[in-house]
């Protein structure tokens, strides 16, 4: 997968090269790149924002420098791409059926939307289920996905990051002050598929945070990120439920001891007892995760409880 994030601030990005995230891209599982459209303003002061029609307070980002922005990186990941396919055999048919293209043409052709059809951002067909994001060559479309963090957007959830995880190409936009001029939005819908998202019913100061939050949430789920595969599965927000209390040694710690039954090394025990508590840790902390739980997903002892 390649990430590309466009922000005025690039060095809030810098925790993206830690830990997990910053291992996936030296084990070569993710590109990520941080570009900022400032680099594209063109007059002295690299001006970014203007004041809003209208009147009103704070300042708005100007659409061009960040149109521009969006350009190169759009390009910059054609380009990566003619240059990694493999060279045709002589005599053979192009791959695919269509005319080989040289990189530059390529790249040209992917801000120009040539041979790649619009593909709405809610089409179906597009959408992965959780479990089976990211597979190799699983991408939902070649077409990239503009992720636009807003207090305004779909609200963020692990579905929605399983769907993101099975792209080829996410580029995130990190809008400041009142946000990215609209003109630009609808721009970019012609070139690219749109997804405005919130981190949350809040306003943060920038899309920075969200997508620090957001790239975490994705790139775990590319296969090879995490270590053991298993922990995806059994994790809050994947089925339905959130996650049972864990414990670990010592046994007895300040007079709280680890539940008996963890103890017991009865497999069968342990994993009903695991899940009647996330029934019940949802019930009470989630009311509304349990009331849209699909009752097929519920067994008798469940249905007991
Ligand atoms: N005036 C905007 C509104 O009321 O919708 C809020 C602008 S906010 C101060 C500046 C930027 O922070 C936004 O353009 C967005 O990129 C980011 N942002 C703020 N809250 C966010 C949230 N809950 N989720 C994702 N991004 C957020």
Redesign the pocket.
């Known amino acids: 997968m390649r990430i590309d994030v466009l922000s005025i601030f690039p060095e809030y990005l810098e925790p993206l090269k830690l830990s997990l995230i910053g291992k996936a891209v030296t084990d070569g599982l993710l590109q990520l790149q941080v570009t900022d459209p400032r680099a594209f303003a063109t007059d002295r002061h690299r001006t970014v924002d203007d004041t809003p029609y209208g009147g009103g307070a704070g300042m708005v980002m100007k659409p061009e420098p960040w149109a521009q922005a969006l350009e190169s990186v759009v390009r910059a990941a054609a380009q990566d791409a003619a240059l990694a396919e493999p060279p045709a055999a002589p005599g053979a048919p192009p791959a695919g059926g269509s005319t080989a293209l040289a990189a530059h043409e390529v790249a040209e052709s992917a801000m120009s939307g040539l041979g790649s059809p619009q593909v709405p951002t809610d089409d179906a067909a597009a959408r992965a289920l959780p479990g089976q994001a990211a597979a190799p060559g699983r991408a939902a479309s070649s077409r990239p996905v503009l992720v636009v ?5 779909e609200v963020f959830t692990q579905d929605v990051a399983y769907e993101l995880a099975a792209e080829e190409h996410l580029v995130f936009a ?7 001029d609209e003109r630009f939005l609808d721009w970019a819908r012609g070139e690219v598929r749109v997804r405005p ?4 019913d ?6 920075e945070v ?1 997508v620090l939050a957001m790239v975490e949430a994705v790139t775990r789920l590319i296969p090879g990120v995490i270590g053991n595969p298993e922990s995806l599965t059994e994790e809050s927000h994947t089925g339905g439920l959130l996650e049972y209390p864990v414990y670990t040694k010592p046994a007895a710690w300040r007079d709280r001891e680890v539940p008996e039954t963890l103890l017991s090394g009865h497999h069968g025990r342990i994993a009903r007892w695991r899940r009647d508590q996330q029934l019940v840790r949802t019930a009470r902390r989630r009311p509304d995760m349990v009331l849209a739980l699909d009752p097929a997903h519920l067994d008798r002892a469940d249905l007991a409880l």
């Open positions: 963090p807003s207090p305004a957007g990190c809008g400041r002050y009142e946000g990215i998202l919130s981190l949350g809040y306003v943060l100061n920038g899309g969200a």
